[in-house]
């Protein structure tokens, strides 16, 4: 239709010839037949959903690798923290804290991440799925470029990783918090099943399926107890990083220009961590 248009008003030297429907923009300077089919066809548009995030709510962008399970696995990552990974994890966020200005605070454990952009961001015009998947795209290539500075001797994983990505709204700052306090409740309730799982299998000889069987039912301090009387372990001594995740803010005062970050291994669901940084939930 919109050549037939063209054809009708071409030259006199182009009349009747098979010409190209490049050289006939070219003698259109381009101008007016692209601006005729840009307009047939805008329509299209309309099919596009509106996604933007209300405002004045905090935003919550979540990340988690997909098929982490095989992908740890396939790199033999150490059981039940491999610390190579859960650093690659931190670097690649701060990547994305790096290229988003707008993000106040991230908590990442295990193959997920959590970053929270501020209550007024315009980013994206706040288009929930522009704001995911840049963040996603960009996590998994700083994963996947980072990946020998932490994997010594690796030019880069046996396969490519991926991450999906949602974005989600809180409305108020009790809800934010509460947020944040699942993501570390969840590391707590799953780094202390696995250090027990993996404590029975590589210290108690059990295999998976008796380990698996041996926790069925237990509550918190049960595990404790087998840690402490049959491995001689203190779940307390076990490395923040693996109990509490990481938690990344700025440094207001950085000693490394290039790594203007907190990498915070605290507790969050108690009052003292936001009664530190009272500047987090003013943004
Ligand atoms: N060995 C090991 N595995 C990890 C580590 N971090 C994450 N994983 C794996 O990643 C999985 C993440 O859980 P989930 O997202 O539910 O599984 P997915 O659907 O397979 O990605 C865990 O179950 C582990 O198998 C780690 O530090 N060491
Ligand atoms: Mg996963």
Redesign the pocket.
């Known amino acids: 239709m919109v050549q037939r248009e063209i054809i009708k008003t071409r030259p006199a030297s182009m009349r009747g010839k098979i010409v190209s429907f490049n050289r006939i923009n070219r003698y259109f300077s381009c101008a007016k037949p692209l601006k005729m089919a840009l307009s047939r066809f805008e329509y299209v548009k309309k099919f596009e959903l509106d996604d933007k995030l209300v405002p004045e709510c905090w935003i919550v962008v979540r990340l988690?690798?997909?098929?982490?399970?095989?992908?740890?696995?396939l790199h033999n990552?150490?059981?039940?923290?491999?610390k190579r990974?859960?650093d690659l994890m931190n670097h690649s966020a701060k990547k994305v804290f790096k290229e988003i200005n707008d993000i106040v605070i991230a908590y990442g454990q295990?193959?997920?991440y959590s970053f929270v952009l501020k209550k007024s961001t315009t980013l994206y015009s706040r288009r929930s799925a522009k704001i995911t998947t840049n963040i996603a795209s960009l996590f998994a290539a700083a994963y996947t470029f980072y990946w020998p500075l932490f994997f010594e001797g690796e030019e880069r994983p046996k396969m490519v990783p991926s991450f999906d990505a949602r974005a989600v709204q809180y409305p108020n700052d009790q809800v934010l918090r509460d947020y944040l306090s699942w993501r570390q409740a969840d590391c707590h309730i799953n780094n202390l099943y696995n250090t027990t799982f993996w404590a029975l299998i590589q210290k108690g000889g059990l295999s998976n399926q008796e380990a698996g069987k041996r926790l069925t039912g237990t509550f918190a301090k049960d595990k404790n107890e087998i840690l402490f009387s049959e491995f001689a372990m203190n779940y307390n001594d076990e490395p923040d990083q693996f109990k509490k995740g990481t938690i990344l803010v700025k440094d207001p005062n950085p000693e490394d220009k290039k790594n203007p970050y907190l990498e915070l291994y605290q507790d969050l669901i108690g009052d003292t961590f936001w009664e530190e940084h009272p500047e987090l939930l003013m943004k």
Request: charged fraction near 40%; aromatic fraction near 14%.
């Open positions: 988690d690798g997909k098929g982490f399970s095989k992908f740890s696995d990552f150490v059981k039940p923290n491999d990974a859960l295990s193959d997920e």
